[in-house]
Nanobody, 127 residues
Framework: QVQLVQSGGGSVQAGGSLRLSCVGS????????MGWLRQAPGKEREGVAN???????NYADSVKGRFTISQDNAKNTLYLQMNSLEPEDTAMYYC?????????????????????WGQGTQVTVSS
């Protein structure tokens, strides 16, 4: 069965950096579109970054230039490097995977409707 296990996250001051990791198992890692979503208290869940079926990296405007998504297919691992963190980045972060073909933000739709999710990891940025 498909499993995604997250690690990383934690608390950091504004301007700091964190890296999230997500190890996938039970499927062919390279054949799935992978991404990161987050949800802050009282706010809707939003897509942060993904690598779509075309291999393109897509980022939310709010994180462009600060976050970098990457994946290591040999290690079945997805990463999110987060630099220049801001208090507004405080949220629960989830990695997600979907076998469906998708591009850009549509990947988040598929991840929600027919995807697999990690357990979530808290990121807290203090000012």
């Amino acid at each position: 069965q498909v499993q995604l296990v997250q690690s990383g996250g934690g608390s950091v001051q504004a301007g700091g950096s964190l890296r999230l990791s997500c190890v996938g198992s039970g499927y062919t890692f390279s054949k799935y579109s992978m991404g990161w979503l987050r949800q802050a208290p009282g706010k809707e869940r939003e897509g942060v970054a993904n690598i779509d079926s075309n291999g393109r990296e897509n980022y939310a405007d709010s994180v462009k230039g600060r976050f970098t998504i990457s994946q290591d297919n040999a290690k079945n691992t997805l990463y999110l490097q987060m630099n220049s963190l801001e208090p507004e980045d405080t949220a629960m972060y989830y990695c997600a995977a979907t076998p469906g073909y998708c591009s850009a933000t549509y990947c988040y739709t598929l991840m929600t409707s027919m995807g697999y999710w990690g357990q979530g990891t808290q990121v807290t940025v203090s000012s």
